[in-house]
């Protein structure tokens, strides 16, 4: 059923009512979600990094991945420093002493990846593969970006990931990389 004009009008106004309501509450969820990455990167508090999971979740962080793109990235990386921490690998944010620091490690890898994927010269590859090489991801992060981002990787891509860790990445690793890959590959399409 098509909406007419006014009920449109009513919709977007209810809504921009709703953000300037949300709007102090969203900006200080978000700086709380800023200072405490910054406050457990530059102390190595993995415990109060994770606190923010529940916070961005359920609590009032909520409101900051309602409003803010950057907030879902940033939960995102939580998720894969989780997962490393549960399975003894380093975790994702290892040498990061800032958000700042971990959000360009984050976009870096990503754009990499991108680099890979995409090959749109054999030099924008030959540097991809540079960059990750002396920037290593676990199998985890690795898959969980590629996945959280929509690439749509190709087996090549994943080999290619394959062939630039295979020094770097120990051979559990690189088996749960491939039984990680492998189970998004017998999944359904729906």
């Not at 040498?95 to 990503?110: F, G, H, I, Q, V």
């Not at 290593?136 to 290619?160: C, H, N, R, W």
């Amino acid at each position: 059923m098509r909406k007419d004009l006014s009920e449109l009008r009513r919709e977007a106004e209810a809504y921009f009512r709703q953000v300037e309501q949300d709007l102090n509450a969203v900006n200080e969820a978000y700086q709380h979600i800023l200072m405490t990455f910054d406050r457990s990167l530059s102390t190595g508090d993995y415990a109060l990094l994770l606190e923010l999971i529940p916070f961005m979740e359920e609590g009032e962080g909520h409101l900051a991945l309602q409003y803010i793109g950057k907030s879902h990235r940033l939960l995102r990386i939580l998720n894969i420093i989780k997962l490393e921490l549960l399975n003894g690998r380093t975790p994702f944010c290892h040498a990061c002493d800032s958000e700042k620091a971990l959000w360009e490690k984050y976009m870096l890898t990503l754009f990499a990846f991108r680099r890979l994927l995409f090959q749109l010269s054999q030099d924008s590859v030959s540097e991809a593969a540079v960059y990750l090489q002396r920037n290593p991801v676990s199998p985890l992060a690795a898959y969980i970006m590629t996945q959280g981002e929509l690439l749509i990787p190709s087996q090549d891509f994943y080999e290619a990931l394959e062939d630039l860790y295979w020094e770097i990445w120990s051979p559990g690793e690189m088996q749960q990389f491939r039984a990680l890959i492998q189970s998004n590959a017998v999944r359904p399409q729906t």
